[in-house]
């Protein structure tokens, strides 16, 4: 993955090139000083992923990461914590404070693989549906690529910014928060029961107004998502009209 840091501060800049130099996943293309020269490169250069200071003389971060094109990850950082929620308002990956440990980082540059890897299969995945041939997507877990039959996922476990696959024979953690990944997925096999699960309603065995059932595992539905839950399942024909 290609990438650049933006930063005024020589000492921040330096420690976040050497652990991007120190990352095989990234090729780091240049350092910068502020956001008009960084500017001039991307629009020359192919960049995937800009680690970018928040707080620098002549330019906001915030306001040119609104600039960047849409397939551009951003990575922030900044001295001040009280940042990170502004931060998601242009879709930040990630959010690092000042000075940046490296198993942070790390964590960090895993997500913006994981939000890359989802976009590129998602891709796919589009061009393979309209085809009629889509039955599966790949996950990066484990800082390896896993190839995911549809029909092969049970159910899939939301925990803050990261799923649990559920998949007949093991389970999968991924670096994607829940309604990120359920978009990836088929909305005719896949529902939502709750804020944090979702359901491959070919596995489901039973259900009733307060869970459904997969197998041994009994999942609570969530008040918010029981009314719709029971028309899709009369919808696909799961149970009768």
Do not use: W
């Not at 800049?13 to 090729?27: N, Y």
Request: charged residues 25%; proline residues 3%.
């Amino acid at each position: 993955m290609n990438c650049i840091v933006i930063d005024d501060e020589p000492l921040a800049r330096e420690k976040i090139r050497l652990l991007a130099a120190q990352d095989v996943s990234l090729q780091l293309l240049g350092c910068f000083s502020g956001t008009d020269k960084a500017a001039d490169f991307i629009d020359l250069n192919p960049v995937d992923l800009i680690f970018l200071d928040v707080e620098m003389p002549g330019g906001s971060g915030l306001d040119f990461a609104r600039r960047l094109p849409q397939d551009t990850l951003v990575i922030f950082t900044s001295a001040y914590a009280e940042y990170a929620l502004n931060s998601y308002d242009v879709n930040a990956i990630d959010y690092l404070v000042k000075p940046v440990h490296p198993a942070r980082f790390a964590q960090a540059v895993q997500k913006a693989m994981d939000y890359a890897d989802l976009k590129r299969h998602r891709r796919l995945q589009q061009q393979q549906v309209a085809t009629g041939r889509q039955d599966h997507v790949f996950v990066r877990a484990d800082r390896r690529l896993h190839r995911v039959v549809f029909s092969d996922c049970r159910y899939i476990e939301g925990v803050k910014d990261y799923c649990v696959l559920h998949l007949s024979d093991r389970k999968l953690m991924v670096g994607i928060n829940l309604k990120a990944l359920l978009e990836q997925l088929p909305q005719d096999i896949f529902v939502r029961i709750s804020k944090s699960v979702v359901v491959n309603f070919r596995h489901v065995t039973s259900l009733n107004t307060q869970e459904v059932q997969i197998g041994a595992e009994e999942l609570t539905i969530g008040n918010a998502y029981r009314e719709y839950l029971f028309s899709f399942f009369v919808e696909h024909h799961v149970i009768g009209r």
